[in-house]
């Protein structure tokens, strides 16, 4: 049973800066491509930074510049650095993983609310 775990979400000020955690504990993580999606309320969840097995990162235009994905393949933990927040970053924060090669195989993390205001 996979189980993804954030972290690090909570209250920040304008300008501050955060760094989400996903851990996994998959022994296969590997081989599995890592997401971060936000929601914030009323609106649809969004994809906000991937970073591929091989470590590829790609992000939505919003955060380019202020936010880095990456991954630790010995921990098994996937991280979002989030610098320069904005009171639009407001949301619950979720995790995902997708299987490389088996598309059913994907799973969501229970989600970590980051909050940006003064």
């Known amino acids: 049973q996979v189980q993804l775990v954030e972290s690090g979400g909570g209250l920040v000020q304008p300008g501050g800066s955060l760094r989400l955690s996903c851990a996994t504990g998959?022994?296969?993580?590997?081989?599995?491509?890592m997401g971060w999606y936000r929601q914030a309320p009323g609106k649809q969840r969004e994809l906000v930074a991937h970073?591929?097995?091989?470590?590829?990162?790609n992000y939505t235009e919003s955060v380019k510049g202020r936010f880095t994905v990456s991954r630790d393949y010995a921990k098994m933990i996937v991280y979002l650095q989030m610098d320069s927040l904005k009171p639009e970053d407001t949301a619950v924060y979720y995790c995902?993983?997708?299987?490389?090669?088996?598309?059913?195989?994907?799973?969501w993390g229970q989600g970590t609310q980051v909050t940006v205001s003064s």
């Open positions: 995902h993983a997708q299987h490389a090669y088996l598309a059913p195989l994907t799973y």
């Open positions: 998959m022994t296969t993580f590997m081989i599995y491509d």
């Open positions: 970073i591929s097995r091989g470590g590829i990162a």
